[in-house]
């Protein structure tokens, strides 16, 4: 038995079943026109919710971009209550959703089995995503966690075909980007690398600026297999290895992997 209780909250009146339908019809449910936020929770009293400023900072920068109000203090409060029950010793997931009508929904759920298995390391499998770099144009939302992640489930639905874990993106050009859910990472020649992101459709993620810093390079695949390491960075799974791209294995050091995942995953000290 998993010991989360799931829970569901609303912004604004607090919390409903578990299992409530909850907004079922709004800008983020039928157009994709809403954020979201997926924190990583250590259970305790009090329980810790994972650089929680930092997913706030973000979520309060992509409601701004589709001009829709942000009540910092509502979802703070929120968040608070929603994981006050997450065991000691057990991690959890906060997700926060606001739709551009306005709407919010915060839940709490238990880690999935995938996130996991992830922590272990990834095959990721490369795909076009076809985009250039456009500068100035914050209608594309390219910095901005919207809830239209419809092409990135279909990435990663396509690289489990391939016999993937993951998928990584690649521009017209081919040049690196990011994975579908991750920021990517890599260690050559005694430096950190990460993809150059502006204008590029990357997101700004929280656990990459918590390892970082790093330099923003343009490159391409091929570039990763001169690493000493690679990893895709996220808030759930942490700094995932990845053992593989498209098939050919990748070196690995499992003791920057150690010490990037302590960084990323903000584990409790063992008492
Ligand atoms: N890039 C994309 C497209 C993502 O969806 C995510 C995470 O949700 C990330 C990068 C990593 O962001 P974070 O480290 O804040 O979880």
């Not at 919010?104 to 995503?129: K, N």
């Not at 639905?157 to 990472?185: C, I, K, S, Y």
């Not at 290895?241 to 990323?264: H, K, M, W």
Request: net charge negative; aromatic share 4%; with cysteine.
């Amino acid at each position: 038995m998993n010991p989360v209780r799931p829970r569901t909250a609303v912004l604004g009146s607090g919390e409903v079943a578990w299992d409530a339908a909850v907004v079922p019809a709004d800008d983020a449910a039928l157009r994709g026109e809403g954020c979201f936020e997926t924190i990583l929770v250590h259970g305790g009293r009090p329980a810790h919710v994972v650089r929680l400023e930092e997913h706030l900072d973000r979520f309060e920068r992509s409601a701004a971009a589709l001009d829709t109000f942000f009540d910092r203090a509502g979802w703070t409060a929120l968040s608070a209550a929603l994981v006050d029950e997450v065991p000691d010793g057990v991690e959890a997931v906060l997700r926060l959703s606001l739709s551009r009508s306005g709407s919010g929904v915060a839940t709490v759920r238990p880690l999935p089995a995938s996130v996991l298995a992830g922590r272990d390391g990834v095959h990721v499998a490369t795909l076009a995503r076809g985009t250039v770099a456009v500068a100035d144009a914050p209608w594309l939302l390219g910095a901005v966690k919207t809830s239209s992640y419809a092409v990135n489930g279909a990435a990663l639905r396509e690289a489990a075909r391939r016999g993937a874990d993951d998928a990584l993106f690649v521009d017209a050009q081919g040049f690196l980007l990011e994975g579908p859910t991750a920021n990517l990472l890599w260690h050559l020649d005694g430096a950190w690398h990460t993809p150059v992101p502006a204008g590029r459709g990357v997101l700004p993620g929280t656990t990459l600026a918590a390892v970082g810093p790093a330099r923003e390079v343009l490159r391409r695949p091929e570039e990763l297999l001169r690493a000493d390491g690679v990893w895709l960075l996220s808030s759930l799974r942490g700094a995932a290895a990845v053992l593989s791209v498209d098939g050919t294995p990748l070196p690995g050091d499992a003791d920057l992997t150690r010490r990037l995942q302590q960084v990323a995953l903000e584990r409790p000290p063992l008492h």
